[in-house]
């Protein structure tokens, strides 16, 4: 049976996450519509945890284009494989949050393509990956991106999610920045807004050529035990 350690930094994701949840979930309950409530809930976590992100401010955090590369890529090949998996199960639109739709463009990639990603890496990868890292980094990663991906309720999306999770945080501990895990989620997040997926998705000469280049620099990347990230 795993022990888990419930230390200070996982005593902190769970009071944060809760009062993050809070706030967006009273912001939905009084009538704000679409992401409005994610942009909100998200900004108020950033506030209350500026400390943290002053320490981080100090670390260094080079942008490598290798980086950026590698998630372009993996993004492809994750959001082809959820889209399939949602043709397949017949469920509801899995890129963009039906909630987006009551909301402007602009806010919508506010929310989720910055603040969201921002908040979600002070949480998780920040508080309950380092809480958890007395376990060995490996089952941290393991546990929190899981953690990560239940937290999106919804099954797709949860494991698409999960294996974004262990993305960030080879990411974090490799670079020892939030920079680092917050510049691949604003990557791969504002990508989904993009018709660059729709567009490939609709010829399927192009899908398979982005498909053979994506799985070849990923596993180039892997091939490397990350060294071009």
């Known amino acids: 049976m795993v022990k888990i350690t419930v230390n200070e930094d996982v005593k902190r994701f769970l009071i944060y996450y809760t009062i993050y949840r809070i706030c967006g979930q009273l912001c939905s309950l009084i009538g704000i519509p679409g992401l409005y409530p994610n ?3 998200g900004l108020c976590l950033i506030l209350l945890c500026s400390p943290f992100l002053a320490k981080d401010q100090k670390k260094g955090f080079i942008v490598r284009r290798e980086l950026i590369l590698f998630t372009i890529s993996f993004f492809f090949l994750t959001q082809y494989i959820s889209v399939y998996l949602t043709d397949i199960f017949h469920n509801s639109k899995f890129i963009m949050n039906q909630e987006a739709e009551k909301s402007p463009i602009l806010v919508n990639a506010a929310a989720a393509g910055i603040v969201g990603p921002a908040a979600e890496e002070l949480l998780f990868r920040r508080f309950l990956y380092e809480g958890l890292k007395p376990m060995g980094k490996v089952k941290s990663s393991l546990i929190s991106s899981v953690i990560f ?8 999306q949860g494991i698409y999610a999960s294996l974004w999770g262990n ?9 020892q920045s939030l920079k680092a895990p917050f510049l691949v989620h ?4 504002l990508l989904s807004f993009s018709p660059i997926l729709w567009i490939s998705l609709n010829h399927v000469c192009f899908t398979v050529c982005i498909t053979f280049i994506s799985a070849w620099i990923v596993c180039l990347a ?3 035990k990350g060294e071009c990230l």
């Open 149 to 156: 991906g239940l937290c999106h309720r919804q099954v797709i």
């Open 186 to 189: 604003m990557i791969s997040n």
């Open 39 to 41: 942009l909100i809930s």
């Open 167 to 175: 993305v960030f945080c080879f990411v974090y501990e490799k670079h």
């Open 222 to 224: 892997i091939k490397k």
